[in-house]
Every structure is written in C-alpha cells, then in structure tokens.
C-alpha cells in the first residue's frame, strides 16, 4: 500500500517537473535570439562586473584559510561572534569576508572551514543561514550609482542588509544555538601549506567557482528574456526578476519600487543566487527549506532596517521612487505563482525524489 502510494505520488511529481521542463524547452526554441541575448548579457555581465568583484575576494579567501591566518589572536576579540551567536572565533573571519566578498564568499569559506577542522558541521550551517549578502561593490557602485545615480542610496542599501545579517544572525543562534554551540576549546592548529602550493591551489579552485557563478547568471539572465519576448507587462518582469536574479531585480526594480524592497531584493538573492550556493549547501547537508525560510527572514530584516535608516537618512528625490508595481502584480497572480511552482520543481525536485523512493 505504501509501495503504491510512493509511486503514484512519485509518479505525479515527475510529470508536473517534465511538463515544466518542455513547456520552458518550448520556449526555448520559440524564442532562440531572446535567449540568445540574454545569454550573451548574462556573459557580458559576468566580464564586466561579477568576475572583477568576486573572484579576487575568492582567491584571498582561500588563502586566508589555507595559510591558516584565521586563527590569528586578532578574531578572539570578537565578542559578537563568541557571546551572541555561540560560534568559534574563527568564524569572525568568515562573516567579515562575507560582508564585504559578495554572495558566494562566506558559504565557500564556511565550508572550506568545516573541512579542515576548524568548526563542525552545525557551525558551518549556522553560518550559511547569515553569512550570504551582497558586497558594498553590488550594492553601492552597481545598484547605488549605476542604477539609482546615488551613492548615498547605495550605502543605506549596503548598512540595510550587513545589519539584516547581524539579526539574521541573532535569530539563527536563538533557534539553533544550542545545536551548534562553540566548543570550549579550539581545534588543534593544522599546519599551512606552502605559499606557492597555496596560491596554487586557492587561484585554481577560485576559478572552478567563478565558472559556475557565470554559468548560473548566463542561464538566468536567458530565462529573464522570456517574459519580456512574451510581451508580459514590466510589473510581471520585474516580479520573475526578483524571483530569480538578484541583478535582474535590482535593475527592473529601480524605477519601479522604493530602496526598502531594493534591500528586500539584494538580501533575498534570488533563485539564481541560491543555485550558485547549492554545491556548498550539499557538502554541508543543509537543508534547503531551512536555508529558504532564513533567505526570507533576511530580506525581512533588511527591508526593516532599511524603513528604519531612511526615518533619519535624506535620499535625493531621484533615488526614492513611489512604487508602481502592486496594481500590476495583482493582475499576474497566475503567472507568478506558475514561476514560483517552477522554481520549487527545479529546486527540490532531485531531494523530494529521493525521498519519496526510500519509502517502504
């Protein structure tokens, strides 16, 4: 009965995925110099802004472990790291670098950590839940001065989410920080590689990163064409934007929308985000429901924040849009929950299968 059960639910799962999957194939094929382009401005975005913001903050990352600079006694003042959110001091590192390196940053580096000992598996998935947020090179050259034509908007987007993750942060220990308490003493001290095999090594797998960094962007940015080929109202593309690409989001949500649901945004990532971090979500075997609902508190948390820096902040009146994308969006609620579906099944399908086929 059960045996039953499992496959028709297993049965029914697969085919929604696949009739997704030739429903978007379709499109494809449909649509083949829209995607076409969105590839190519995908790749033209990756080479002009991601590569030259991400990958040096990877490579110095890595050697930052990997020469074992962060059990300098320099991080055992952190008092935030130790008191607040219960977590080795090593881990200081690797929420600053994620503050300042960009997405991928702190998950590679959490993760790195945990495989050379320096924290458990728990404090390394702790970390993930806070440790992914923007860099002040997105939020403040790319969104604040590119997009808004103010530094100053930048800023307060970049403070909004940095203080989204320090709550984000806060709450993680207070529903999980007895699971991953910091022991009472550090791990024994590995010795550090070589300068030159480490430079080596940490360039190497840096560039491994960044590829499928650039693949995922190239992938999104040709589905983001879509809905703008199928002649969809602007409201509808930026709402599939700010599902899936962070980048997209920000530049059809500029005009659009108020700096707080720009923070919203930024904090929140986008599918496209969470793909990039999903080979370091499997090494670390968390799940990606529980990484989902912290995405979601964080970009709560920064949209917060961000209502709350511009009750004392003053904005130029060109970077403080009313937003006109409600009226539109409630039109769209069928698309918008068809996108949504979609990026479930892509998701969790692989996990939801497995699943379903232990069942006895």
């Known amino acids: ?29 449909v649509f083949p110099k829209q995607t076409a382009a969105g590839v190519t401005q995908g790749l033209r975005l990756c080479f002009s802004s991601l590569v030259g913001s991400i990958l040096p903050f ?4 890595k050697l930052f472990l990997l020469r074992g600079l962060h059990r300098l006694p320099v991080w055992r003042r952190s008092f935030f790291v130790r008191r607040v959110l219960r977590l080795p001091q090593s881990c200081a590192a690797v929420f600053v ?9 702190g998950a590679s580096m959490a993760t790195d950590l945990w495989k050379s000992g ?9 970390l993930l839940l806070f440790c992914v947020s923007p860099g002040p090179s997105f939020a403040v050259s790319a969104v604040g001065v590119g997009m808004l034509g103010s530094a ?33 003493k550090e791990p024994p001290a590995v010795q550090p590689l070589p ?21 995922f962007v190239a992938l999104f940015q040709a589905l983001l064409a879509l809905p703008k080929a199928l002649g969809l109202p602007q409201s509808a593309i930026a709402f599939a934007a700010a599902v899936l690409e962070v980048t997209g989001a920000c530049r059809y949500l500029s005009p659009l929308v108020p700096l707080p649901v720009l923070a919203l945004a930024a904090a929140w990532g986008g599918v496209c985000t969470h793909c990039q971090l999903s080979p370091f979500l499997g090494a670390l075997e968390l799940p990606y429901g529980k990484f989902l609902v912290f995405r979601a508190v964080h970009a709560g948390c ?31 609620y069928l698309l918008s929950f068809c996108m949504c579906a ?14 379903l086929t232990r069942i006895k």
Request: with cysteine; hydrophobic share 55%.
């Open 1 to 29: 009965m059960k045996q039953r059960t499992a496959f028709s639910l297993q049965s029914i799962f697969f085919s929604v995925e696949a009739l997704c999957l030739a429903a978007l194939a379709v499109l494809l094929l």
């Open 58 to 61: 990877l490579v110095v990352t």
């Open 97 to 105: 670098f994620s503050m300042i390196g960009g997405y991928p940053v």
């Open 118 to 126: 320096g924290i458990t598996r728990k404090q390394a998935q702790n």
């Open 152 to 184: 100053k908007a930048g800023i307060v987007l970049y403070a909004s989410v940095v203080i989204g993750a320090v709550l984000t942060g806060i709450i993680a220990r207070l529903c999980f920080g007895k699971k991953a308490a910091a022991p009472e």
């Open 195 to 215: 300068v030159a095999e480490s430079v080596d090594r940490a360039v190497r797998e840096s560039v491994q990163t960044m590829v499928l960094i650039c693949g």
């Open 302 to 332: 920064s949209f917060l924040c961000c209502r709350a820096l511009l009750a004392v902040v003053r904005l130029p009146a060109g970077a403080m849009q009313q937003s006109v994308i409600r009226p539109a969006v409630q039109q769209s």
């Open 342 to 355: 979609m990026c479930v099944l892509l998701l969790l399908g692989s996990r939801f299968s497995i699943r």
